[in-house]
């Protein structure tokens, strides 16, 4: 079990920078994910741990121990790869039992080990079979085994769900929850999808071209998006956005006018605000007022939009509701429950609470 | 991967092709520059005759303390290159007075004097074995392509149980040995073999095919299309198998004709596929060999590996052929530098 | 109308890919049919369809001529050049397909040169060194001149299928504990001879059909059958030794027409795995 350090890493092919001096400290037992966009460098930044990329510049960390100059299997961890990266010419068996095998532990110890990690992750019946014939799912049970059947210092997991189908999805992602419940290693998850690295997640990274964007809980990150980048990335549907100005503690836009505790004026803001804090109220004196663009039926919600320019402006409302698409609207919100961000550097403006 | 280990890797494979391919070539550079013989000297001898004894002089090859032929080195510079080059006969076949016809005594015009010129160069053996070369890439390029192609169109629409016998007949020519595959096609056109025969009973009369330098070129040429179309079969048949079936039905759906589907969708996925056949036909024609040797087209047609062959063998000149081997090496070099560089920018911007 | 148009459309592929195949056949056919006739029935004027037959010539050559000898010198050279160059070569281009550095592009672009090099091109070179250490006419020679050869060729091809192999395979032995080379050799290699077998096809026919080589860096007791044909290329005038060169053609060519029997299929689908993607 060991600490992870990320300290002042950069990766460059070429010319291009896949992670962009990058400092990150985990602690001992802590369940990481790193979440972003596709080629944000999260996978990178993952295989420079495994040793499977080296940094150009910047140093890595396992426990206190310096690892850029060691092999991969000099490391000790262990990887989920996305593809999962089964050996077909083994059986499933053979396939758990590999790290083992090529660690040289002594051979009496393994069966009960295989035997035990794939009780673990219910694959006990299929033991014998090679991964051609295993589903999916199976499959991915075959690698989170394979991980497992040893204790490393820590797991490292690329998009180890992305190929399941929806409902798969969602077992396995409770499965890995409480396998590190229960065994208590260092975890970093890699992910581009903001629901599993919610549930999972002890701290969340975001990252965008190489960089971490913030870093925080899952309920930090969703309540206090530090950046625009951040704020349009979490939450679903993402937080609606509008550009403008303030003029006298007015937000102003186009068909869009916001009162906020806010001295003075500013030129040049993004407005933000999550679409379950907007309702719909009289189109007399809603904060944003335009027919209705599109109507869409959750289930457990409907969804209303209003467009702005190229912008949708979607507000979250009770599943019962219904309006017709065309019709005036007009939402609001609880002042407090806006957000404000400079348009320039993205970055957030404080609002008096 | 670490570059230790890519050298770990890499070592006996780029060893083996360091010793043998590059070091013998650094070899024929050095042997394209100088002269070498070994040295004689002319000695007295004494021989008895039934007349009575007689003193005459005659060369010896001189002898070293171990009693090896002493061999003398002589640095030649760009000569051998120069004599590989022909340029006395160049400059003779520019030179020529070509008002007339030499042989009618007719004036000649502009055009006809060129066809001259070129006439004359063609004879010189590097400058025939260059434009041979390139003629055969012409005519033989563009038909290997379409053969190929139609033949592979042609074997993915059979029903499945002709396909393998057709595949099968169809890669006969290219895994054939070439002096084989050659000397077979020979014994089609040999003065009394079938065909010569077949086709002088159909009224074409007697043609001495291995004779005269133009039909020895067209066997050569002949030979190569009957050898290299099958590879350019394989390759696209193979790359047919890959053709996305949704992309092609898509195009059928959108209403394309059959030619169309072909045209559009098709060809341009097999697009690195023809440049692949392309450019591994060009880097062979520089190397057409045994067809040469088989036809004994030498004179008529030949080509920069069989003049080197030439060189070696027939003047046992082994400087004038390390010569002839270091302008060929340059031909190619012209023909791959452009390429490389353009994979290499390619691989830069993928990096 | 459509009927129509693609009625006659499977008219005009049958006759084209008759004709073809006939093209292709026949000098094998013919050539196969005049090595069992005495010369005077092989060019007989008129052709003949059928002639008495004879093994007369097949017995010339292999036992009169003890082509046998070169039969044996063949398969040593042969499966000589197929160990060693498909041993090296799937290191090299397993390597080439994993490494990401400029170093490996630049080899493969020095080693495109050298497959485009005519053979010839270095045969000089190879007179001079080889004479001077005195290594002419030894079996080990002409395996290593011909696996250096073939090296090119072979790694770029390889290099192709090992590509199309995912790396997540040989990354995951390296997490669970194994070295580069074991991590190559529990995980790659059971599931690489697919290209194995294709580009070993290309390396057996590069090495069974040399021609130039052989005959240039061998003496007759030591020629590969291929190479001991040059004996009778030229042979046009005396009858009997055309017979023999025609029997011993065909002789060359059975080992050929078995390997296409045995691997047409492995042929077809290695180069649409491998060759065609990469
Ligand atoms: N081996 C490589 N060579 C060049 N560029 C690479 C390489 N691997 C990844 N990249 C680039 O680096 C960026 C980050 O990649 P990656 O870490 O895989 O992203 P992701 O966040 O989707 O996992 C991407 O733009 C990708 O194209
Ligand atoms: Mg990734």
Redesign the interface.
């Known amino acids: 079990m060991a600490s992870i350090r990320f300290s002042n890493i950069t990766k460059r092919?070429g010319s291009f920078v896949g992670v962009d001096n990058l400092s990150l400290d985990i602690a001992d037992r802590e369940f990481i994910v790193l979440l972003g966009p596709s080629g944000c460098g999260k996978t990178t930044s993952m295989r420079m741990v495994?040793?499977?990329d080296d940094p150009t510049f910047g140093d890595v960390y396992i426990g206190d121990q310096r690892v850029n100059d060691l092999?991969?299997?000099d490391?000790d961890?262990?990887?989920v790869?996305?593809?999962?990266?089964?050996?077909?010419?083994l059986s499933v068996y053979e396939n758990i039992r590999?790290?083992l095998k090529?660690?040289g532990i002594p051979s009496t110890e393994h069966d009960a080990k295989v035997r035990a990690a794939a009780e673990m992750v219910e694959l006990t019946e299929f033991l014998e079979r090679k991964p051609k014939a295993l589903s999916g799912g199976q499959r991915q049970r075959v690698a989170l085994a394979?991980a497992i059947v040893r204790q490393p210092n820590c797991f490292?997991m690329d998009e180890p769900l992305s190929n399941l189908d929806a409902k798969l999805r969602i077992t396995m992602r409770a499965e890995i929850k409480h396998l590190h419940h229960r065994l208590n290693v260092t975890t970093i998850y890699v992910t581009h999808d903001q629901v599993e690295a919610m549930t999972l997640a002890d701290r969340v990274a975001v990252m965008e071209k190489g960089r971490i964007r913030q870093l925080g809980t899952p309920t930090d990150i969703y309540n206090n998006p530090a950046n625009l980048f951040v704020a349009g990335f979490i939450g679903s549907p993402p937080m609606n956005l509008i550009d403008g100005d303030i003029v006298e503690g007015q937000f102003r836009a186009e068909g869009v006018s916001v009162p906020l505790p806010f001295q003075g004026s500013r030129q040049g803001v993004v407005l933000g605000i999550r679409a379950e804090d907007l309702r719909l109220t009289d189109p007399a004196h809603g904060h944003f007022r335009q027919a209705v663009y599109s109507v869409e039926l959750l289930g457990d919600a409907t969804l209303v939009s209003q467009r702005f320019g190229s912008r949708l402006i979607t507000a979250r409302a009770d599943k019962g509701f219904r309006i017709e698409m065309g019709a005036t609207s007009a939402f609001e919100a609880m002042p407090s429950a806006y957000y404000l961000f400079d348009r320039a550097s993205g970055d957030r403006i404080a609002l008096p609470a | 991967?670490r570059?230790k280990?890519?050298i770990?890797?890499?070592l006996?494979?780029?060893v083996?092709?360091i010793?043998?391919?590059a070091?013998?070539?650094?070899?024929?550079i050095g042997?394209s520059l100088w002269n070498s013989y070994t040295k004689t000297e002319m000695v007295r001898v004494e021989q008895s005759t039934p007349t009575g004894k007689i003193i005459r002089t005659q060369p010896r090859p001189v002898l070293d303390e171990t009693g090896k032929p002493v061999k003398v080195w002589e640095f030649y510079g760009l000569k051998n290159f120069l004599s590989v080059l022909d340029v006395d006969g160049m400059e003779r076949a520019f030179a020529a007075d070509r008002s007339t016809n030499p042989v009618t005594g007719a004036p000649q015009s502009w055009p006809e004097r060129m066809g001259g010129v070129w006439g004359d160069i063609a004879n010189l053996s590097f400058w025939g074995a260059l434009s041979f070369t390139l003629i055969y890439t012409a005519i033989t390029t563009p038909l290997v392509l379409i053969?190929g192609f139609?033949?592979a169109l042609?074997?993915h629409?059979?029903v499945k149980p002709l396909k393998?016998p057709?595949?099968?007949?169809?890669?006969?020519?290219f895994?054939?040995?070439?002096?084989?595959?050659a000397?077979?096609?020979k014994?089609?056109f040999?003065d009394?073999?079938?065909i010569t025969?077949?086709l002088q009973?159909l009224g074409f009369g007697k043609i001495y095919f291995l004779q005269n330098a133009f039909t020895t070129g067209f066997l050569v040429i002949l030979y190569g299309l009957?050898h290299v179309v099958?590879f350019a079969f394989?390759?696209l048949?193979?790359?047919l198998?890959?053709v996305p079936q949704d992309a092609v039905e898509a195009a059928v759906v959108d209403g394309a004709s059959?030619w169309q589907s072909v045209r559009y969708v098709i060809m341009p996925h097999l697009a690195p596929?023809f440049s692949f056949v392309t450019l591994i036909h060009i880097?062979d024609a520089?190397?057409v060999?045994?067809p040469i040797?088989?036809f004994?087209a030498g004179q008529g047609a030949s080509?920069?590996?069989?003049l080197?062959?030439y060189l070696?063998n027939g003047e046992q000149n082994?400087?004038k052929?390390?010569a002839a081997?270091?302008l060929?090496?340059v031909g190619?070099?012209l023909?791959?530098i452009p390429l490389?560089l353009r994979?290499?920018r390619t691989?830069r911007e993928g990096? | 109308m459509a009927r129509k148009s693609s009625r006659s459309?499977?008219g005009l592929?049958a006759v084209?890919?008759g004709v073809?195949?006939i093209?292709?056949?026949?000098?094998?056919l013919?050539?196969a049919i005049?090595s069992v006739r005495v010369p005077v029935d092989a060019?007989s004027?008129?052709?003949q369809l059928l002639a008495p037959f004879t093994l007369e010539n097949y017995y010339e050559l292999w036992v009169v001529d003890q082509f046998y000898v070169k039969f044996f010198n063949s398969a040593i050279v042969t499966l000589g050049v197929l160990c060693v160059s498909l041993?090296?070569?799937c290191?090299?281009g397993?390597?080439?397909s994993?490494?990401?550095?400029n170093?490996?592009?630049w080899?493969l672009?020095v080693?495109?040169?050298?497959?485009?090099?005519?053979?010839?091109?270095?045969?000089?070179?190879?007179?001079?060194?080889f004479a001077e250490l005195g290594i002419w006419n030894r079996y080990e020679t002409l395996i290593?001149?011909l696996?250096?050869?073939n090296?090119?060729f072979t790694?770029w091809m390889l290099r192709s299928f090992f590509a199309n192999i995912?790396k997540?395979?040989d990354?995951?032995?390296?997490?669970?504990?194994?070295?580069?080379t074991?991590a190559?050799f529990?995980?790659i290699v059971?599931?690489m001879w697919p290209g194995i077998v294709t580009t070993g096809l290309f390396s057996f026919?590069l090495a069974?059909?040399d021609?130039?080589i052989s005959s240039?860096l061998m003496n007759a007791d030591k020629q590969t059958m291929?190479a001991a044909?040059?004996a009778?290329?030229?042979a046009?005038d005396d009858a009997y030794k055309l017979m023999q060169?025609?029997a011993g053609?065909v002789s060359?060519?059975i080992p050929?027409?078995f390997?296409?029997?045995f691997f047409?299929r492995q042929?077809?689908s290695g180069?649409?795995q491998g060759?065609?993607?990469g």
């Open positions: 092919w495994a040793g499977l092999e991969p299997k490391r961890i262990a990887m790869f996305q593809s999962y990266g089964l050996y077909a010419h590999f790290p090529v660690r394979r490292l | 991967m570059l280990t890519l770990g890797f890499v006996p494979s780029v083996a092709m010793l043998l391919i070091l013998p070539l650094v070899g024929v042997l053969f139609l033949i042609g074997v629409a059979v393998g057709l595949i099968f007949a169809s890669l006969l020519p895994v054939i040995t070439p002096v084989v595959g000397l077979s096609i014994w089609l040999l009394n073999a079938v025969v077949m009973s009957w099958p394989i390759v048949y193979a790359g198998q890959t059959r596929l880097m520089y190397r060999f045994e040797l088989v004994s080509s920069l590996q069989y080197t062959y070696l082994f400087h052929a390390s081997a270091l060929t090496v190619i070099l023909l791959l490389i994979t290499w691989h990096a | 459309l499977s592929l084209g890919l073809w195949v093209l292709a056949a026949f000098p094998f013919w050539m005049i060019f004027v008129p052709p041993s090296i070569g290191l090299a397993y390597a080439l994993r490494y990401e550095g170093l490996g592009f080899l672009m080693a495109l040169v050298f497959r485009a090099l005519p053979h010839s091109t270095l045969l000089p070179g190879y007179q001079l060194a290593i001149v696996v250096a050869i090296q090119p790694i995912p997540d395979l990354e995951a032995a390296l997490v669970d504990g194994c070295t580069r074991g190559f529990r995980v059971p599931v026919l069974y059909n021609f130039l240039q291929t044909l040059s009778y290329i030229n046009d060169g025609i053609a060359v060519t050929l027409i390997l296409v029997l047409q042929l077809v180069l649409v060759a065609v993607k």
